[in-house]
C-alpha cells in the first residue's frame, strides 16, 4: 500500500491488547481441529443469572427500540443506587452514570480529569486497557510498580509520592485488582487517599470486581472517605463480571463531585444513549445481587485452588495466591512470555489440544517488564481448569527444551 | 460546594447537547400532565422491523452473554458487508469495524486522524455531536459556512480552501445532511474529494442517512473515489435511522485504509466489545433491509410536507423543502431560538400541549449563528405534525407578543 495520508501519533501509539491479539493466531488453531482452553480473557463460563434470562424474555415483546436518556434510563439508575447502597457506598441516581461497560466509564473519567500530556499514576501490573484509554484522550499513565516478593501490595508512600508531577491529575487503582488478584488492605487505601488529600488529586477507583474476594472483604473507597474527600473519588463499576454479563456492555461511573458528573453527563450526551435492551434485562438482577456474587466468588476460590495447586505440582513451583477476582499473574520459568503466549497456539500441541494465556508484558508500562510472566483468568471448570493446568505445564518444558534445542543450535 | 481540585478544560469545554440539553424541562411539564410533541430529537417513532422483533425472540433462549470480537462478530460483519455490497460500496468485512452507534464510529475516526489541536473541516450547520465528539479527543472543527439562501449546498472551492490550515487533517461530510436534510450533488462530492486530493486530507463521510432521500438519490464517496483515493475515505454509518432501532446502538466505520482500520481495531480492542444481544438482533435486518428503507423514505416525504405546508400557512412563512433524511433547520421570525426552546417547555401551553425542539444555534461553531434558527425532526406521525405545527405558529405569536410587551415596559 502507497502511504498516502499520515494517521494520527495515538493512532499508531494505540495499544495491542494482550488479551486480545493472540486471537486470529487461535482462531486458525481452531479451524485445525485443535481444542483451547481459554485462561487469556476474564470473561465468565458461567451461565447469566435466571433474573436476566427473565427478562430478555419481556423484552422480546417490545415495538420499540428507542434511545434512552444520555445519564441511563431511571429504572437502571435507581437499581445501581440500590446496588451501590446494598454494598454501603452511598451514591444517589443523580450522582450516577451508566456507561457502556467500564471501558466508557474509565475513557470518560480520564477525559473528565485530564488534558492532553496530563498524568496519571497507575501501579503496574495494571488491567492491560489502561494505557489504551489514555493513549485515546492523549492522557499519560505514569507507572508505579508493585513487587511479586510483596505479593504485589503497595510499595513504601515515598515510591509513590516520587512520582507525582505537576502534570497529575490523579491516581487509578483497581480493587480487587485485575491482572494480580490482589485485596488491598484498608491502611493501603488510607495511604493512597492521604496522598490524594495532600497533593490534591482525584482517584479513579476501578471497583469491577467488588465483592468477588476470598478471604479479606475488599473494601471501596466511598468506606473510608470523609465528607470533601469523597469529592476526589470517582468510582468505576461494571456488571459484566459479577453477574457473568460482558456482552451486555453495562458499567457505571459515579461520583459525589458535581463538576466531574457535570462534564461526564455532556460527554454523555454527545454518544446518545447506552443500549436500551441491555439497560433494561440488567435492571433487576442489580436490585437483587449480592446472594449471586457470594456464588460465585465460592466458584472461583475452589478453581483457583484447582488450578493453582496442579500448575505447582506438575511445574515445581510455589505461585501467589490472588485474593480475589478470577486472575493470576504467574511467574514461569520462561525467558519471553509474548513468545510463549504465540507459540502455544502456532505449535504447542498435546492430544490436539492447547492452551491460551496473555502475555504479561501488555500489564505493563514500563519495557521490559512481565516477560517472565503470564496472567491467566480461571474462567474454566475445576476440571477443565486442571486438564488446562497440566497442558500449561507440558508446555512450558517443552517450550523450553525446543529453546534450549534453538539456542545450542 | 467547595471546588477542591479543578476538572480538565476539556471536560469544561464539552459542548451541551442542544438536542438533549432541555430534557429536564420537558420532564417538569411532563410531570404537570402537558403532552409534548418531541420535534427535538431524531428519534423515529416507527416500529422496529418484523424481523428484528422474531430475533429478539429467538436471542431470549441464550444462557451465555460473551463479549464478541471487538471488530464485531462474524456474522454482523458479513451483514454489513452485504448491505454496502447493495448500496454498491464496496467493502469486505475486514474494512469494517461494528460501533456503538455511529458515535463511536466518529470517535474512533477523529482519534485515528488527529492528535490534539488538529483541525477537521466541517460544513455547519452541523450534526451538533460533532463538535462534543472531536472535544473528547481535543481534535478542533474548523466550521465552514453552509447559506440557507443556496439551501444549504456547497459554497465555492475558495471558500473551503481558504480554511486548511498546516493542522487540517480532515473533512467531515454529511450527505444526507443533519440537521438540513439537503443532498448534495455528484458534484459537490467530486469538489470535496478534489480538495481532499489536492491537500492530502481524509474524507469523513457520515453517510447514517444513506437511503433516506426524496427526489435526488444521495450517492456515497465510495461511489465516486477510484483506487488510491478510496484510501483516503472513512465511511461513518448506523442502523438507528434507517431502521427505527436507536436504543440498539449499532453502527460502522468502514475504510479501505489499512492504517486507518489497524488504529481503529486498537481502539476497540481497549472497550473489548459492543452488545451481544444488540449485534444479534440486527444482524438479520442488515442483509435485507433495503425494502424497509424505501417504506420509510416515503412516509418521511409526506410528513415532511405535512409539517412544513402546515408551518408555512400558519405563519405566513417560506420553508426549505429538506431532499432526505427526516429533519429541518427552519427559520423563524424570532431573536433568540435558545431562550424560545426553553420558554415552549417551561412557559407555553395551549389546550395543554406543547412543542419541543432543537435550537439552532448549537448547530454551529461561529458564535451568535442559528439564533432565529430551529431544527426540527419530523419523527411523528402525519396528523400529529400537523397539529405540532399549529403549535409552533402559535407559539411563535404569543412569544414574539409577549416579548415585544416585556421590551416596551
Known sequence: MTKII??????????????????????EAKKE????????????????????????????NIDYLPYTNSQGTKETLLSYSKYFHDIKVNYSPKEI????????????????????????IAFEPFYANYLGFANLVSAKIIPVQLDAQENFHLPSQNK??????DRTKAILFTNPNNPTGTVFRKYEL???????????????????????????????????????????????????????????RIGAIASKNLEIMSAVNRFAQERLSVGFIDQKIVTLELQNSLGDVKKI???????????????????????????????????LPIKDSDEFAKWLLTNFRYKNETVMVAPGSGFYASPGKGKDEIRIAYVLGEE??????????????????????RESK
Open 33 to 60: 481441529g485443535i481444542k483451547i482452553y481459554h485462561l487469556n480473557i476474564g470473561q465468565p463460563d458461567l451461565k447469566v443469572p435466571s433474573r436476566i434470562r427473565t427478562e430478555i424474555r419481556k423484552v422480546s
Open 160 to 165: 509513590i509520592v516520587g512520582k507525582i508531577t
Open 297 to 331: 466468588t465460592k466458584i472461583y476460590q475452589a478453581r483457583r485452588d484447582a488450578f493453582l495447586k496442579t500448575l505447582e505440582g506438575e511445574l515445581n513451583i510455589k505461585t501467589l495466591y490472588p485474593e480475589g477476582a478470577f486472575y493470576a499473574m504467574i511467574k
Open 97 to 120: 452514570l451508566i456507561t457502556f461497560g467500564a471501558s466508557e466509564a474509565l475513557i470518560f473519567a480520564i477525559a473528565a480529569i485530564c488534558d492532553p500530556e496530563d498524568e496519571i
Open 190 to 248: 488510607q495511604t493512597i487517599l492521604d496522598i490524594a488529600k495532600k497533593y490534591r488529586l482525584f482517584i479513579i477507583s476501578d471497583e469491577t470486581y467488588h465483592g468477588v474476594s476470598f478471604k479479606t472483604k475488599a473494601i471501596s473507597f466511598m468506606h473510608l472517605a470523609k465528607d470533601l474527600e469523597q469529592q476526589q473519588i470517582i468510582i468505576i463499576d461494571s456488571l459484566s463480571k459479577r453477574y457473568n454479563v460482558c456482552g451486555a
Open 384 to 405: 477443565e481448569l486442571k486438564k488446562a493446568a497440566k497442558l500449561l505445564a507440558i508446555a512450558v518444558k517443552q517450550y523450553n527444551n525446543s529453546q534450549h534445542l
Open 6 to 27: 499520515k494517521i494520527s501519533k495515538r493512532g499508531e501509539l494505540a495499544p495491542d491488547s494482550p488479551i486480545r491479539k493472540l486471537t486470529r493466531f487461535a482462531e
